[in-house]
């Protein structure tokens, strides 16, 4: 994107829209490759649905309505059903799903839905990372929230990199295998009891276990 | 604007578009619905002129029903005259009941039921409005349905829709525009 995103920071649809989409951008670059079969399936009904009301319309204008009546009759039973269909598809396969996606080369697969309730700025999401773990099949599932002001600033724009942070180690396998930038705090001392973030004051480290991971050996 | 709109990958984009396709198509598919039930090809109608005062005045909104074979002398009907567009509304004066010939019994749902209409508030009765050489309205053929209920004035927005189309299209512009840059 040439210029950074701006949204207004006051309006919770927009916040949540402008996170939905940052998550799906994120697992990106970690190499998950999204799935659209969800939203397929909705937009297909809502096409066939417009499609049907079209026809009717297109049909009706042109030859009048005493001529179309038995047409007009099954096109509005079809399109109130495909619609209930839509209800129902929505309401209990779809509702807060954002993304759903699986790794490219990993076993591993996630399906991650958010949510936000009215008035209170906190970015709520429920992680299901599904994993094959030394041959077993491992459903692991993380509720984490942060408030949007975390990685949304007072102008409305969106910062990546504390979104990614924190979004990275929310999700256990990112957390596990890769090498997160974990903004230093307080709490991080060397062995000579010096404290890190005196030393190297803006540094990012990560938590250096993703490289030996990756080699295979234990940690 | 634009860049909001390029902004959207293609699956949102259409995901927006067809939420106010939805909109647009349950509304016109509910009113297809209400016709078919009435069995009438407008079953909700406006009042456009004051010809039927006092009962009902320019902009009262009426509810029609179309299944009734047997219209009575005074019942309000509306029918569109062959070849002109705008509905009537008036009260039926006298009717005639037809021996159906062989074909009319096939083309036809009921006999051919004819009737004789004037405008309550007009001095001479629809002979005048019918066209050339027409004395009676067919009741299966022109009338739409008989007015069962009214809502009065409600109706006023239609005529002025009507006489100001440019308002209906900048309207439904703008609401269009909003649906689609609005991800609710």
Redesign the interface.
């Known amino acids: 994107?040439a210029e950074p995103?701006k949204i207004c920071p006051y309006s919770l649809?927009d916040l949540k829209?402008t996170s939905d989409d940052a998550v799906a951008a994120y697992l990106k670059t970690k190499s998950f490759s999204q799935s659209?079969t969800l939203?397929d399936v909705?937009?297909s009904i809502?096409?066939a649905?417009?499609l049907?009301?079209?026809a009717?319309?297109y049909l009706?204008y042109t030859q009048?309505?005493?001529k179309t009546?038995t047409f007009?009759?099954y096109?509005?039973v079809a399109?109130?059903t495909l619609?209930t269909a839509l209800t129902i598809w929505l309401y209990f396969f779809e509702s807060s799903t954002i993304y759903v996606g699986k790794h490219k080369t990993a076993p591993v697969s996630l399906t991650i839905s958010s949510k936000v309730t009215k008035h209170d700025p906190t970015y709520r999401l429920k992680i299901l990372q599904s994993q094959v773990l030394d041959g077993k099949k491992v459903m692991r599932i993380r509720d984490v929230e942060g408030p949007f002001m975390n990685w949304i600033d007072d102008k409305g724009f969106f910062v990546k990199k504390p979104f990614e942070t924190w979004l990275g180690a929310s999700i256990p396998w990112i957390l596990e295998n890769e090498d997160v930038p974990k903004e230093l705090d307080s709490e991080v001392v060397t062995a000579s009891g010096r404290k890190v973030q005196d030393e190297m004051t803006g540094v990012e480290v990560g938590s250096g276990k993703g490289s030996l991971r990756r080699k295979g050996k234990k940690v | 604007m634009l860049a909001a709109l390029s902004a959207y990958q293609p699956r949102q984009l259409l995901a927006q578009v067809l939420n106010f396709g939805l909109i647009l198509s349950t509304a016109f598919m509910m009113w297809k619905s209400l016709s078919l039930v009435t069995n009438s090809p407008s079953p909700i109608v406006v009042v456009l002129s004051g010809s039927m005062e006092p009962a009902f005045q320019r902009g009262d909104l009426l509810f029609l029903w179309n299944r009734g074979a047997d219209t009575q002398v005074g019942e309000i009907v509306v029918f569109n005259i062959q070849g002109k567009s705008i509905p009537i509304v008036h009260r039926a004066l006298r009717k005639h009941v037809s021996r159906p010939s062989a074909k009319q019994s096939k083309s036809r749902a009921y006999p051919p039921l004819k009737l004789l209409t004037k405008g309550d508030n007009n001095a001479q009765d629809d002979v005048v409005l019918y066209t050339p050489g027409q004395h009676y309205i067919d009741r299966e053929k022109e009338v739409i349905g008989s007015v069962k209920a009214y809502v009065p004035f409600v109706g006023y927005v239609t005529i002025l829709l009507s006489e100001h189309p440019m308002v209906k299209t900048v309207v439904l512009g703008i609401m269009g525009l909003f649906v689609i840059l609005q991800r609710e």
């Open positions: 994107m995103t649809p829209n659209h939203t909705r937009l809502s096409t649905a417009c049907i009301a079209g009717t319309f009706d009048g309505f005493e009546k007009t009759l096109a509005c399109y109130f619609n």
